[in-house]
């Protein structure tokens, strides 16, 4: 056996594709509308970022379980482009026999002609952004595109086939009631997608909603109203059978997400592209975040990166400790004990008391996690082991 396997471990690789078809006033990720740029310069200077990683040192020990395109709206390219790219990646990373390959969309940017393009080219994960099936609901929060175009692009994706297909939501919107959730979430299970990502709305006050927030022009529901939104989800998913994984994911049994998983392992993952991250070897490293900058750095045969930032031990001990904790199943003791020399009870001493004292985290069969009462309020649980 060739040495490089003998040593391999398994890692994610992100592919960022930072352009959409308009900038939807709630949005903080990097991304930018797709008008003024130059796509074509980009994919090239990703295969370039491709290339180059190709013989890093660390690539050659790894095998990707996983490659994620996502953004910004990946399906705003041609289906022959985003083929290419992800074809080429095969090619010149290392990948697991069976990887998962996944393609972020967005309703208004799919054909079947594109999503049969991309499932020849082995895409086998489908992730539609519809957000809210209520027209109302998609127009207060500037989404480009309508609910008839999301049941359009979710019957096209079930007519090309692919086996695994993921729906994300979003409550607790300006307007949005608990009846207008349930609908939500009623019609998404008729649809009966492989996973469902939930997330609650947050502004961040570097958006036009932070704007609006600021000058009390932001109907947002009550916090009991979306407290009650968060609260209806568990039941109908549960009974229609789905189990919830994460704080915010559900999934048919087997259809749990693998690059998630690698984030929420706090596993080693390379990011391709402008403002994706990797995180490998120890560093953090982050790639400049302006497309033409990304562009005219790869073009002149350098490197992207913006800056690299050593992890101490105990640094990525707690991090590990806190994406674990996402987790339903939590994060294994033995696991940490392993990794990092360290266990929680001792690390943490009176604070993680303090937590299973109040009935927010536990310990069951060596998983640290929390509990069916620290769940609905994991941000304040988790803060306090940051
Ligand atoms: S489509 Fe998604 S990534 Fe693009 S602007 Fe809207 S929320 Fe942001």
Same mark, same amino acid.
């Given at each position: 056996?060739?040495?490089?396997? =003998?040593?391999?471990?398994?890692?994610?690789?992100?592919?960022?594709?930072?352009?959409?078809?308009?900038?939807?006033?709630?949005?903080?990720?990097?991304?930018?509308?797709?008008?003024?740029?130059?796509?074509?310069?980009?994919?090239?200077?990703?295969?370039?970022?491709?290339?180059?990683?190709?013989?890093?040192?660390?690539?050659?020990?790894?095998?990707?379980?996983?490659?994620? &395109?996502?953004?910004?709206?990946?399906?705003?390219?041609?289906?022959?482009?985003?083929?290419?790219?992800?074809?080429?990646?095969?090619?010149?990373?290392?990948?697991?026999?069976?990887?998962?390959?996944?393609?972020?969309?967005?309703?208004?940017?799919?054909?079947?002609?594109?999503?049969?393009?991309?499932?020849?080219?082995?895409?086998?994960?489908?992730?539609?952004?519809?957000?809210?099936?209520? !027209?109302?609901? =998609?127009?207060?929060?500037?989404?480009?595109?309508?609910?008839?175009?999301?049941?359009?692009?979710?019957?096209?994706?079930?007519?090309?086939?692919?086996?695994?297909?993921?729906?994300?939501?979003?409550?607790?919107?300006?307007?949005?009631?608990?009846?207008?959730?349930?609908?939500?979430?009623?019609?998404?299970?008729?649809?009966?997608?492989?996973?469902?990502? =939930?997330?609650?709305?947050? &502004?961040?006050? !570097?958006?036009?909603?932070?704007?609006?927030?600021?000058?009390?022009?932001?109907?947002?529901? %009550?916090?009991?109203?979306?407290?009650?939104?968060?609260?209806?989800?568990?039941?109908?998913?549960?009974?229609?059978?789905?189990?919830?994984?994460?704080?915010?994911?559900?999934?048919?049994?087997?259809?749990?997400?693998?690059?998630?998983?690698?984030?929420?392992?706090?596993?080693?993952? =390379?990011?391709?592209?402008?403002?994706? &991250?990797?995180?490998?070897?120890?560093?953090?490293?982050?790639?400049?975040?302006?497309?033409?900058?990304?562009?005219?750095?790869?073009?002149?045969?350098?490197?992207?990166?913006?800056?690299? /930032?050593?992890?101490?031990? /105990?640094?990525?001990?707690?991090?590990? &400790?806190?994406?674990?904790?996402?987790?339903?199943?939590?994060?294994?003791?033995?696991?940490?004990?392993?990794?990092?020399?360290?266990?929680?009870?001792?690390?943490?001493?009176?604070?993680?008391?303090?937590?299973?004292?109040?009935?927010?985290?536990?310990?069951?069969?060596?998983?640290?996690?929390?509990?069916?009462?620290?769940?609905?309020?994991?941000?304040?649980?988790? %803060?306090?082991?940051?």
């Amino acid at each position: 056996m060739h040495a490089d396997l =003998l040593t391999s471990v398994v890692a994610g690789l992100y592919i960022h594709i930072p352009f959409c078809v308009s900038k939807c006033p709630y949005c903080s990720f990097a991304s930018r509308p797709l008008a003024g740029q130059d796509p074509t310069g980009y994919l090239a200077a990703i295969l370039a970022q491709a290339r180059a990683m190709a013989n890093h040192p660390w690539t050659r020990k790894v095998r990707f379980a996983s490659l994620y &395109v996502g953004g910004g709206t990946p399906t705003v390219y041609p289906g022959a482009d985003l083929a290419r790219l992800i074809e080429s990646c095969l090619e010149l990373l290392p990948f697991t026999a069976a990887p998962e390959i996944s393609v972020e969309a967005n309703p208004n940017t799919v054909t079947l002609e594109k999503l049969q393009t991309l499932r020849r080219a082995g895409v086998n994960r489908l992730s539609i952004g519809v957000q809210s099936f209520s !027209d109302r609901l =998609l127009t207060a929060i500037g989404r480009a595109h309508t609910a008839k175009e999301a049941h359009a692009a979710l019957d096209l994706a079930r007519a090309t086939g692919f086996p695994n297909l993921n729906l994300d939501l979003i409550y607790g919107l300006p307007g949005q009631t608990l009846a207008d959730w349930q609908t939500s979430l009623a019609t998404a299970m008729a649809i009966g997608p492989e996973h469902l990502s =939930l997330y609650e709305l947050m &502004v961040e006050s !570097d958006t036009p909603f932070g704007d609006l927030q600021r000058a009390g022009k932001l109907a947002l529901p %009550a916090e009991d109203e979306t407290v009650a939104m968060a609260e209806a989800i568990c039941a109908p998913l549960m009974a229609g059978g789905y189990a919830r994984y994460e704080i915010s994911n559900y999934s048919r049994p087997g259809y749990q997400c693998t690059q998630n998983l690698i984030y929420w392992h706090n596993d080693s993952y =390379l990011g391709l592209g402008a403002g994706a &991250v990797s995180s490998f070897s120890g560093l953090r490293i982050k790639t400049v975040e302006d497309p033409a900058l990304f562009i005219k750095l790869l073009q002149a045969g350098g490197t992207p990166f913006l800056e690299a /930032e050593g992890l101490p031990l /105990e640094a990525s001990f707690r991090e590990t &400790v806190i994406m674990g904790l996402r987790l339903v199943k939590g994060v294994a003791v033995r696991d940490l004990e392993q990794r990092f020399g360290l266990t929680p009870r001792a690390y943490y001493g009176a604070v993680l008391r303090k937590l299973e004292d109040q009935g927010l985290i536990e310990e069951v069969a060596g998983q640290l996690r929390l509990t069916r009462k620290g769940l609905p309020i994991a941000n304040q649980a988790l %803060a306090r082991l940051v």
